[in-house]
């Protein structure tokens, strides 16, 4: 038997539903309308237009903002960490009315979401998190670009072989997985640069045991941003968290398969 009760508040747009079920307990929970989206280091929120128009099409009030230093938002007057997003990201939500929302992070977005909910719980109801960089992993890889970077800027230090740096330092800070931080040495914005390595810097695993909400992890079994087998650990550290895994699916999920990822979001709320 189930019985509903739907609940107008400002901020919120959510039906309440009580389940009595076979053995006679009660569950409750809250199946939101209202989706907060906080995007990967890259280019923004462009990056989510075509997922935000499928759930917005499917009824959702989706919110996605550019994280200061992104889009159209300034880079911020000073490096931030991870815990400086987190409190934008709840000024952004007191700004827009957002009280309670179904919290959706992706990559950089990721490592900000489970900050945001273990900081400020009660505002977030169910938490999505699409391929989260939480930790740094120093792999025999990453020590070996190291090592090869070392020795390349001695080669290419000579004049006729110093046109070819700019090619092997992208093709490098790709093999060691910081490709990321090769774009910010194009930009040389500092502030950034700093940024970038507080971020990656911060191991958000130990947080992990502290989250009591609805989590799903979204993941791509071909990503060579985040490893796969990070998505485990991660499934490991959140109780009752559920994995689905998108075959063939890179780091972008949001980008290559808008459709598939939509849908997983869509399933997990619980509205059709």
Known sequence: MISEIRVYLPGVNAVHSREVCARGFRKSNIVMNTILILHGWGIGSKTWVKVKEILESRGYKVYVPDLPGFGDSPVPEKPWSINDYADWALSYCKKNNLLQFVLIGHSFGGGISVK???????????????????????????????????????????????FFHPLARKILYELIGTKDYYKLELDKTNTMKETFRRVVGADLIPELAAIRIPTLIIWGDKDRMTPISDAYLIQKGINGSKLEIIENGRHALNLETPEILAEKIIKFIGIN
């Not at 998190?129 to 070392?150: D, F, I, S």
Request: overall charge positive; aromatic content about 8%; hydrophobic content about 45%.
């Open 116 to 162: 945001l909910v273990n900081n400020f719980p009660e505002k977030v109801r169910g938490l999505v998190l699409v391929a989260p960089k939480l930790h740094r992993q120093k792999t025999l890889r990453y020590y070996g670009g190291l090592a090869l970077a070392k020795i390349g800027k001695l080669v290419f230090s000579i004049p006729i072989l110093s």
